[in-house]
C-alpha cells in the first residue's frame, strides 16, 4: 500500500473492544496510521496507559469527574487533554484527522459522527446505533458532504467487501448471518431463567457486554438488519437473516441473475477494522488464516423469531420506519444495562422495549432534535417500567 502521509484515525471509543483492536492494527501498522485521538466514557486508567503508548494529539474522558486524574497523568506528555460529549463533537473535525473510527457504543455515537461527516471525514462505523437511530440523516449527510461510510461490523464489511466491483450490478438480497448466539436452539422455558453471567458466554466472537448480550437476544442482529437497510439502500424485504453457527461465513449478497458471493473467514474484528482503515486497499497481516479442513462442515438454519423476539421488533421497527427504530434503540440500551444490573430478566427486556413502542409518540418524518427527545423520553419510560416492577419480569 503506497502511503504518502500517515492517515491520522479519531478513535472514539478506544477503550472497548473495538477500539482496543484498532489500536492492535494501528501499533502493527505504524508506518501508515497514528493514532491521533483517544476517547472513552469512563475507563480512565486505560485510557491513560493508551495515551502514554500511543502519544495521540488528544485524549477526551467522557465523564468529566476523572478529568483532573486524566489530566495529571499525562502532564509530562505533549497530549491535550479534554472533557466531556462536546469535547468530542469538537475535536472530530480536526483538519488534520482523515478517519473517524465511531467505536462508541450506543446512542451516544450520534453526535460525534454527524460532526464528523460535516467536517469531511471518512467513517469507520462501528457504531451501528448511529445507522439504526438515524439512518436517513445519516446517509442524507454522507451523500450530502461527499463523506464514505466504511462498515466496520463484520456482517456489513462482509457484504461492502461483497459489493466490490459490483457497483451497476442490482441486489436482490442481503443475507446477514448470524451465530445464534449462547442460546441457538434454546426454547422459552429455558430463557425464563437464564442469568447474566449465562447470557456473556458468545461461542465464537469476544465482544463488550452490551453487544454480547444484543447478540444472544438476536436485537444485534435486529439492529445489523436496520443497519445494512441504510448503508446498502436496500429494502426491508431484500434482507434476510440465517443462523450459521461457525460465524465463518460472515455475510452474503445474492445478486438478480441469481449469483451468491460470500465473505469468509475466522470471526476476528481485527480483519474488518484493517479493511474500513486500508480501504480501498488491503494490506498485508498476520491475522490467523481460515483452513476449511478445521471447518468441514459449514450448517445454517431459520432463526426462531417466536422466542427470540427482538428480531422481530426490529423487523416491525423498520417496517414503521420514522423515529420508531429509535424507540427501539432507546429502550434496548435500558432494558440491557438493567439486566446486566439485574433488574430485568432476559425476556422481560423484549417486553419492555413492545411497551415502549406503544407509548411513545410516533413521528414519521423525524429531525435530528425529534431523535434527540425521542431517545430521552424512551429511557425515562423505560427506566420507570423497571422501577415499578420489582418482580423483574415485565409482562404486557
Not at 469476544?206 to 448503508?231: C, F, H, Y
Given at each position: 500500500?503506497?502511503?504518502?502521509?500517515?492517515?491520522?484515525?479519531?478513535?472514539?471509543g478506544?477503550?472497548?473492544?473495538?477500539g482496543?483492536?484498532a489500536?492492535q492494527?494501528?501499533?502493527?501498522n505504524?508506518?501508515?496510521?497514528?493514532?491521533?485521538?483517544?476517547?472513552a466514557?469512563?475507563?480512565?486508567?486505560?485510557?491513560?496507559?493508551q495515551a502514554?503508548?500511543?502519544?495521540?494529539?488528544?485524549?477526551i474522558i467522557g465523564?468529566?469527574?476523572?478529568?483532573?486524574?486524566?489530566?495529571?497523568?499525562l502532564a509530562h506528555l505533549?497530549i491535550?487533554?479534554?472533557?466531556?460529549?462536546?469535547?468530542?463533537?469538537?475535536?472530530?473535525t480536526e483538519?488534520?484527522?482523515?478517519?473517524?473510527?465511531?467505536?462508541?457504543?450506543?446512542?451516544?455515537?450520534?453526535e460525534?459522527?454527524?460532526?464528523a461527516?460535516?467536517a469531511?471525514?471518512?467513517?469507520?462505523?462501528?457504531?451501528k446505533?448511529?445507522l439504526?437511530?438515524?439512518?436517513?440523516?445519516i446517509?442524507?449527510?454522507a451523500?450530502?458532504h461527499?463523506?464514505?461510510i466504511?462498515?466496520?461490523?463484520s456482517?456489513?464489511?462482509a457484504?461492502?467487501?461483497c459489493?466490490?466491483g459490483?457497483?451497476?450490478?442490482?441486489?436482490?438480497?442481503?443475507i446477514?448471518?448470524a451465530?445464534?448466539?449462547p442460546?441457538?436452539g434454546?426454547?422459552l422455558?429455558?430463557?425464563?431463567g437464564?442469568?447474566k453471567?449465562d447470557?456473556?458466554k458468545?461461542?465464537?466472537?469476544?465482544m463488550?457486554?452490551?453487544i454480547?448480550?444484543?447478540s444472544?437476544s438476536l436485537?444485534?442482529?435486529?439492529l445489523?438488519?436496520?443497519e445494512?437497510?441504510?448503508?446498502?439502500?436496500?429494502?426491508?424485504?431484500?434482507?434476510?437473516?440465517?443462523?450459521?453457527?461457525q460465524s465463518?461465513?460472515?455475510?452474503m449478497v445474492?445478486?438478480?441473475?441469481?449469483?451468491?458471493k460470500?465473505?469468509?473467514?475466522?470471526?476476528d474484528m481485527?480483519?474488518p477494522?484493517?479493511?474500513?482503515?486500508?480501504?480501498?486497499?488491503r494490506?498485508?497481516?498476520?491475522?490467523?488464516r481460515?483452513?476449511f479442513?478445521?471447518?468441514p462442515?459449514?450448517?445454517?438454519?431459520?432463526?426462531?423469531?417466536?422466542?427470540?423476539?427482538?428480531?422481530?421488533?426490529?423487523?416491525?421497527a423498520l417496517?414503521?420506519?420514522?423515529?420508531?427504530?429509535c424507540i427501539?434503540?432507546?429502550?434496548?440500551?435500558?432494558?440491557?444495562a438493567?439486566?446486566?444490573n439485574g433488574?430485568?430478566?432476559?425476556l422481560?427486556?423484549?417486553?419492555?422495549?413492545?411497551?415502549c413502542m406503544?407509548?411513545i409518540?410516533f413521528?414519521?418524518?423525524?429531525?435530528?432534535d425529534?431523535?434527540?427527545n425521542?431517545d430521552?423520553e424512551?429511557?425515562?419510560?423505560?427506566q420507570?417500567?423497571i422501577?415499578?416492577?420489582?418482580?423483574?419480569?415485565?409482562?404486557?
Amino acid at each position: 500500500m503506497h502511503q504518502q502521509h500517515i492517515k491520522n484515525i479519531a478513535i472514539l471509543g478506544s477503550t472497548g473492544s473495538i477500539g482496543t483492536q484498532a489500536l492492535q492494527v494501528i501499533s502493527k501498522n505504524a508506518s501508515i496510521f497514528r493514532a491521533y485521538i483517544l476517547t472513552a466514557q469512563t475507563n480512565a486508567d486505560l485510557l491513560i496507559e493508551q495515551a502514554q503508548h500511543f502519544l495521540p494529539a488528544y485524549v477526551i474522558i467522557g465523564n468529566e469527574s476523572k478529568y483532573a486524574d486524566v489530566k495529571a497523568a499525562l502532564a509530562h506528555l505533549p497530549i491535550q487533554v479534554l472533557a466531556g460529549s462536546q469535547a468530542i463533537k469538537d475535536v472530530v473535525t480536526e483538519p488534520a484527522i482523515h478517519t473517524v473510527l465511531t467505536a462508541m457504543v450506543g446512542f451516544a455515537g450520534l453526535e460525534p459522527t454527524i460532526a464528523a461527516i460535516k467536517a469531511g471525514k471518512t467513517i469507520a462505523l462501528a457504531n451501528k446505533e448511529t445507522l439504526v437511530v438515524a439512518g436517513e440523516l445519516i446517509t442524507s449527510l454522507a451523500k450530502q458532504h461527499q463523506v464514505n461510510i466504511l462498515p466496520v461490523d463484520s456482517e456489513h464489511s462482509a457484504i461492502f467487501q461483497c459489493l466490490a466491483g459490483e457497483e451497476n450490478n442490482r441486489i436482490e438480497k442481503l443475507i446477514l448471518t448470524a451465530s445464534g448466539g449462547p442460546f441457538r436452539g434454546k426454547n422459552l422455558d429455558y430463557l425464563t431463567g437464564v442469568t447474566k453471567n449465562d447470557a456473556l458466554k458468545h461461542p465464537n466472537w469476544v465482544m463488550g457486554a452490551k453487544i454480547t448480550i444484543d447478540s444472544a437476544s438476536l436485537m444485534n442482529k435486529g439492529l445489523e438488519v436496520i443497519e445494512a437497510k441504510w448503508l446498502f439502500d436496500v429494502d426491508v424485504d431484500r434482507i434476510e437473516v440465517i443462523v450459521h453457527p461457525q460465524s465463518i461465513i460472515h455475510s452474503m449478497v445474492q445478486f438478480e441473475d441469481g449469483s451468491i458471493k460470500a465473505q469468509m473467514g475466522l470471526p476476528d474484528m481485527c480483519l474488518p477494522i484493517q479493511y474500513a482503515l486500508t480501504y480501498p486497499n488491503r494490506i498485508k497481516s498476520d491475522f490467523k488464516r481460515f483452513d476449511f479442513m478445521d471447518y468441514p462442515q459449514l450448517s445454517f438454519e431459520k432463526p426462531d423469531l417466536k422466542t427470540f423476539r427482538n428480531l422481530a421488533i426490529a423487523f416491525e421497527a423498520l417496517n414503521q420506519a420514522g423515529n420508531m427504530p429509535c424507540i427501539v434503540n432507546a429502550a434496548n440500551e435500558i432494558a440491557v444495562a438493567s439486566f446486566l444490573n439485574g433488574n430485568v430478566s432476559f425476556l422481560g427486556m423484549s417486553d419492555i422495549i413492545e411497551i415502549c413502542m406503544q407509548k411513545i409518540s410516533f413521528i414519521g418524518q423525524p429531525i435530528l432534535d425529534d431523535y434527540l427527545n425521542t431517545d430521552k423520553e424512551t429511557r425515562i419510560l423505560a427506566q420507570s417500567l423497571i422501577t415499578q416492577t420489582p418482580s423483574a419480569m415485565i409482562t404486557i
